[in-house]
């Protein structure tokens, strides 16, 4: 059994920033990649970034040069610190690990982070 946790979502206005966290925790043997989604009201689920285990990383179009995903392998933590946030990323922010236990490797998701941009 595997749980992530999020913290870190909150309200702010445009311009703004927030810094999101995620620890996994459980019967893990070991993560290979974490991301970040969102979804906002009446759309679908999308990926914002993703991180492999080694570091590489990629973000949506909509996220280039505003946020940045960093991961914390000794404490199986992924960071996502959201720069310069406009109304359009309200949204809740999901994390994601694919996580080996004594059994599989599967995909596992957090219960998710408000974030609300607003003036």
């Known amino acids: 059994q595997v749980q992530l946790v999020e913290s870190g979502g909150g309200s702010v206005q445009p311009g703004g920033a927030l810094r999101l966290s995620c620890a996994a925790s459980?019967?893990?043997?070991?993560?290979?990649?974490m991301a970040w989604y969102r979804q906002a009201p009446g759309e679908q689920r999308e990926l914002v970034a993703s991180i492999t285990g080694g570091g590489r990383t990629n973000y949506a179009d909509s996220v280039k040069g505003r946020f940045i995903i960093s991961r914390d392998n000794a404490k199986n933590t992924v960071f996502l610190q959201m720069n310069s946030l406009k109304p359009e990323d309200t949204a809740v922010y999901y994390c994601n690990a694919q996580a080996l236990t004594s059994r599989s490797i599967n995909p596992y998701w957090g219960r998710g982070t408000q974030v609300t941009v607003s003036s």
């Open positions: 459980g019967s893990i043997s070991s993560i290979y990649n």
